[in-house]
């Protein structure tokens, strides 16, 4: 059995970790969430590992309120800047390999086609830029470590998210205003853990950066329309009558987003030997299940 350590298993994404993996052949998984590893104590993130002795690290968790980490700058970079090295370095002890999970929000978003791995990084946020400072402090050992960076992820599992969020409101408002020119591409966890899974098989073989979303692209009133049209055929209950396509400017948020965050994903499709699923399509697949 390998043993594998799962950070962050509260969060969304943690928690289609547990539920995909799980019928993974011989692995044996460990989750953590932040009663057990607070992932802004290094002592605490030392000995935990220390105690399991994994053989595969992944660390799904993070802070990943973007407008409060404009507020919030040590924090977050505790946790997403600092966190991810100490995991690479204790990783690197035990020959473990770390998958850690990043973000398009390393990005600037003035690109106007999709970013490859090997295009150069320019945050325009805190967030981003704590993520980037973990992308760097791993690659700053000599860990084997799999940096995956994926986009604009919603679950079922989790406290909050855009598909989440559009629901309530779409339950209570017969109008919503939606930013209509930011660019990316919606990725649902069920699609990011089954990804990882494919990577786990071959994760001795494998480092470096990787991007994986779902394939397409939408802006975000795009992706509300199509949140309420596949809603409303599932009978979710619905008062939305309107969706409005407005810009960035008139809706004003702490921290500025990428215009255009859509991540290349033919290095990853190569590795996995499949296209990843499109997003409407896993769309559809997570609100059956959320309303099941």
């Known amino acids: 059995m390998t043993r594998t350590l799962i950070t962050g298993i509260n969060g969304q994404l943690g928690q289609e970790l547990q539920r995909v993996l799980s019928s993974v052949a011989n692995l044996e998984l460990i989750g953590v969430g932040r009663d ?3 992932l802004s104590q290094p002592s605490t993130i030392r000995s935990i590992v220390a105690e399991i002795q994994p053989e595969i690290i992944i660390n799904s968790g993070a802070y990943t309120a973007v407008d409060k980490a404009e507020s919030e700058p040590e924090l977050a970079h505790a946790i997403n800047g600092i966190a991810p090295g100490i995991l690479a370095e204790e990783a690197q002890k035990l020959d473990a390999t770390l998958i850690h999970v990043s973000t398009d929000y390393v990005f600037d978003g003035t690109q106007s086609h999709p970013y490859q791995e090997t295009d150069p990084t320019h945050p325009i946020g805190i967030y981003g830029a704590s993520k980037l400072a973990g992308e760097q402090a791993i690659q700053a050992t000599n860990a084997r470590a799999i940096i995956l960076r994926t986009a604009w992820v919603y679950g079922v599992g989790g406290t909050g998210n855009f598909v989440k969020t559009m629901l309530r409101l779409g339950a209570d408002r017969p109008e919503l205003r939606v930013v209509a020119d930011q660019i990316g591409s919606p990725t649902w966890t069920g699609d990011i853990a089954n990804a990882i899974a494919g990577l786990i098989a071959q994760h001795r073989d494998l480092s470096g950066i990787y991007h994986f979303t779902n394939s397409g692209v939408a802006s ?13 055929q599932l009978g979710f209950p619905l008062k939305i009558d309107r969706v409005v396509p407005i810009t960035t400017p008139e809706y004003p948020t702490p921290a500025k987003r990428p215009a255009y965050s859509v991540l290349a994903g033919q290095k990853i499709a190569s590795v996995l ?4 699923p499109h997003w409407r399509y896993s769309l559809r697949k997570m609100l059956a299940e959320l309303k099941g």
């Open 36 to 38: 057990r590893m607070d």
């Open 220 to 232: 975000w009133y795009d992706f509300a329309v199509a949140i309420f049209e596949e809603a409303a």
């Open 273 to 276: 030997e499949s296209p990843a």
